[in-house]
């Protein structure tokens, strides 16, 4: 097992928190409908950073959803909107470790679905967690993954400067001994953990020029990159000025009535065995 703290390149400075909600915005609708919960299903969501997607998950199923977030930051955050929200009752928050959920003895394997999304890329040992996930659902409870492949970011046409710094940033994974690429494992995870495959699919994640939302996509991916810049630079040996330059572009390509961006995230879904 890797010992290795987890890493988050983005931090959890407010204007990330920032970020993060905007993107909960544009793409928590794709992520319920693959979910099918159902009505009374009891929902534990790992790292479930600002809590927006497990306070959906809680209207759906009509249940009270635990959520676990090992940043006070972003705990707090969470606690904040779901107040402002008048959703306080709806979550059970919990700060935690995903590696080392805070459970009490009694509350593993009662879980009707455990989820985690955007989470396994940015531990050094993605395997532990899945198979946390595992135990903590009753037999023929469901485990359902969603995280990234970051080779899959398309840009068309694409800006100029942007190729050699996307990939800058996807190094930024591998120098944190994290994989960029988790998401075509999902469901190996799944299988090694001990659960039982059932579904692999895609939710996507895209827009282009015309669509209402294409600013707020061109804008989550200016974003990224901005905060992930210095480990950014390192990691691909960039000039500043080359980041810079390309970050400005993309901002300015999202001007283009041409330009498109598509992402698909993957997503698999396992049960644990009766």
Request: charged share 25%; aromatic share 8%.
């Amino acid at each position: 097992m890797n010992s290795q703290p987890s890493w988050y390149v983005h931090g959890t400075a407010p204007e990330e928190q920032f970020r993060l909600s905007r993107l909960n915005d544009l793409m928590n609708d794709n992520t319920l409908a693959e979910l099918r919960l159902a009505s009374g299903e009891r929902v534990v969501d790992f790292g479930c950073g600002l809590a927006q997607l497990t306070r959906r998950m809680a209207h759906a199923t009509g249940v009270r959803a635990v959520g676990i977030e090992r940043s006070a930051e972003q705990i707090a955050e969470a606690v904040r909107q779901a107040r402002d929200a008048g959703d306080e009752a709806h979550v059970d928050l919990r700060a935690g470790d995903v590696m080392a959920p805070p459970f009490a003895a009694n509350e593993w394997g009662t879980f009707d679905l455990a989820h985690a999304r955007f989470v396994l890329e940015h531990v050094p040992d993605p395997l532990s967690v899945v198979k946390q996930m595992v135990r903590a659902v009753k037999p023929g409870g469901r485990i359902a993954l969603a995280d990234d492949d970051h080779d899959q970011l398309r840009l068309f046409p694409e800006p100029a400067g942007f190729g050699p710094v996307w990939h800058a940033y996807m190094r930024t994974y591998d120098r944190a001994g994290n994989d960029p690429f988790i998401g075509r494992r999902l469901v190996q995870l799944l299988y090694e953990a001990g659960a039982e495959p059932t579904r692999n699919t895609q939710v996507f994640f895209g827009s282009c020029a015309g669509q209402p939302s294409f600013t707020a996509f061109v804008e989550n991916a200016a974003q990224i990159l901005e905060g992930a810049r210095d480990a950014t630079i390192a990691a691909g040996a960039l000039d500043p000025v080359m980041f810079e330059d390309a970050v400005a572009t993309l901002r300015g390509w999202g001007e283009r009535p041409d330009a498109a961006i598509w992402f698909t995230m993957p997503f698999a879904e396992g049960r644990r065995p009766q």
